[in-house]
């Protein structure tokens, strides 16, 4: 069984910043595509950034320079720097990671942490 937790969530004014982690663990062999979603109130689940196992990165056009994806393979984690925070950025964010374990190559989703930014 793969598990994905998040962590680093929080309230910070707007202007701040905040450091989201994902860690992995279980019977991984190897994982793949590792992403961060991110739902606000009343609204779709969107995309914030991918980050390929290679460290190839794609970002939602509206948070290019603000937010940098990461990742650290030994750990199994993913990490999400959130700088010049607005209150729009209000959401839960979501870790998204394709991994394959020992059997399957499957989908695992962690089970989000809210960011609030204040005004």
């Known amino acids: 069984q793969v598990q994905l937790v998040e962590s680093g969530g929080g309230l910070v004014q707007a202007g701040g910043s905040l450091r989201l982690s994902c860690a992995a663990s279980?019977?991984?062999?190897?994982?793949?595509?590792m992403v961060w979603y991110r739902q606000a109130p009343g609204k779709q689940r969107e995309l914030v950034a991918n980050?390929?196992?290679?460290?190839?990165?794609v970002y939602a056009d509206s948070l290019k320079g603000r937010f940098t994806i990461s990742r650290d393979n030994a750990k199994k984690t993913v990490y999400l720097q959130m700088n010049s925070l607005k209150p729009e950025d209000t959401a839960v964010y979501y870790c998204?990671?394709?991994?394959?374990?020992?059997?399957?190559?499957?989908?695992?989703w962690g089970q989000g942490t809210q960011v609030t930014v204040s005004s």
């Open positions: 998204f990671a394709n991994v394959q374990t020992l059997w399957v190559r499957r989908d695992y």
């Open positions: 980050i390929t196992v290679d460290s190839s990165t």
């Open positions: 279980g019977s991984i062999s190897r994982i793949n595509d």
